[in-house]
């Protein structure tokens, strides 16, 4: 089977009206003048944001979950996604048809649909790059710089779960599997950033650890955030101590939770929202004027030094 | 430098309002009811599409390039695009500076913005997709489907050079060197499209070969193409035959010229066209009822078998 073969039996069933069969150069897609488009656009490289051993459908689902949790994040409802997918030539035959399976799985969940892509070989690794598109009503996108002074920050879930199954990712064991789970194949909290658009007024995805994240909102929104530690949800795992856990939660990965602020009047709007998704919903901290920090710890401690993943 | 630092410096600057300063997590682009949006993707592996010795800067004007012939094979102005550069540390001090540089040139030329994207580490190869947005108004965007039993198939340029570039790359020879700068550095022919969208009723961009994408044409049309290979526009090129470059031109890759159809009314305005854009185009067969054959050459000899590269 050629490229053009792989396409037709594993990609096109994926594909509706805007894709356009993939028989054209490009997929067209009728605009509506009250609603904003959002895009977003994640990669995920085998060796660095994934081993490779695991089955190509979790890779798959794992792939489009990043990106909907941008969409999550901006509080906006997810329509479509494009796909480029550069493979070796010796994976090809076990990857695609499992990897589609994944997709489409995930395209029912999520109710999305493939609009196009790229389809190359590739010298060694599986580089996997998705750009998704969700929509808003026209201006109603929550940013990260629309948080105010005195304003509350929220996070979603629980927080380092995923570094936990990263670091244990080939260990067996009962107690590890819900962490080796969550990284595995994340939960983006689409339904709630959607619950969230007229309520959070900045809001991002945890992908990099609460500091880095947070330091974004408080950074973008020029004021500084203080964290209280002791609030931050971290789950209970047998045999994982509560300081690994915290600094899993502080500097992990891949927890795709939502993290926003809101005014304090909505305090009570939010506990009615987690009510309906049966999410839990913590508040962690509070948004003050920017004097020396943009992060601060309540009881004053020095934050530690960022430990966050970098890629150079 | 870390890859936050590497976005400020290089990518942020490339930016407008709908990328909003890449600081949030999905780009945002108001909507307007008059107008179909066009997405295509198009992805370059080192090693595979471009060979990695070559400067940055062209890497990245090819990158850009054959996305920008997607646009105008739909009859598309190309709007904006978003970048995902995955690249092996050791290399990414001398190639994101040079890289961006060679974006923002083409960014000016074709009046382009970045909307977002993402940067990550790679192993072992650089790997480069691009998506590409385009506008047309609503339902005006040229399929490969709409050609008409009796149109004209027309081709802009000359076909065959890039492939007579790409086999001799790293030949110092002034009569290669046409050769070598159009396989290096396409031009996409953006403003024909644009002239041709009320013009042409089926279009495709070469870039897999006149014998491929002309069957694309012809299969998705469900007619048959008389292909007359005695006006296949080829180039003239010191110690090149012929017969190579006619070769070059049914089964070469990278050339980027325009292949469409028209209806027979419609010649004498594909000449007001051509002198207009100041680009050869030639009338290379017609369109027919299909029998048993998607495309005949019209002194009824066979057509070579299908050499065009595959990546499976």
Redesign the interface.
């Known amino acids: 089977?050629?490229?053009?073969d792989?396409i037709n039996k594993y990609f096109k069933p994926l594909t509706g009206n805007i894709g356009?069969n993939l028989?054209?150069?490009?997929?067209?897609?009728?605009?509506?003048?009250?609603?904003?488009?959002?895009?977003?656009?994640?990669?995920l490289?085998?060796?660095?944001?994934f081993f490779g051993t695991e089955h190509p459908a979790d890779i798959a689902k794992k792939s489009l979950r990043v990106n909907l949790s941008?969409?999550a994040?901006?509080g906006?409802k997810p329509l479509f996604y494009?796909?480029?997918l550069?493979i070796p030539?010796n994976k090809?035959d076990f990857f695609i048809p499992n990897f589609c399976k994944g997709l489409k799985e995930d395209q029912e969940i999520f109710n999305l649909e493939l609009?196009?892509?790229?389809?190359?070989?590739?010298?060694?690794?599986i580089?996997i790059?998705i750009?998704i598109f969700?929509q808003t009503r026209?201006g109603t996108?929550i940013?990260?710089?629309g948080a105010k002074n005195g304003d509350f920050l929220f996070v979603s879930g629980v927080l380092g779960l995923s570094k936990i199954g990263l670091d244990n990712f080939n260990k067996t064991s009962n107690h590890l599997s819900i962490a080796q789970k969550k990284y595995l194949i994340p939960q983006p909290r689409v339904s709630l950033g959607l619950l969230l658009n007229n309520v959070a007024n900045s809001m991002?995805?945890i992908s990099d650890g609460l500091i880095q994240d947070a330091t974004h909102l408080a950074v973008?929104s020029g004021l500084c955030i203080h964290l209280d530690l002791d609030k931050i949800p971290i789950p209970h795992i047998q045999n994982v101590t509560n300081n690994l856990l915290l600094e899993s939660a502080l500097y992990g990965g891949d927890d795709y939770e939502l993290l926003f602020s809101c005014n304090q009047d909505q305090e009570q709007l939010i506990k009615k929202i987690s009510k309906e998704v049966n999410i839990k919903i913590t508040k962690i901290g509070n948004f003050d004027i920017y004097e020396d920090k943009f992060l601060k710890f309540k009881n004053n401690s020095e934050i530690p030094k960022n430990k966050s993943y970098?890629?150079?």
Chains 1, 2 share one sequence.
């Open positions: 089977m050629n490229e053009f792989y356009r028989k054209d150069d490009a997929a067209v897609f009728k605009q509506n003048a009250n609603k904003d488009l959002i895009i977003s656009t994640d990669t490289v085998e060796g660095v944001h941008d969409m994040s901006m906006a494009n796909l480029s550069s030539k090809v609009i196009g892509g790229d389809l190359t070989s590739s010298p060694s690794h580089n790059t750009t969700g026209t996108s940013s990260r710089s991002i995805d973008n970098l890629h150079f």
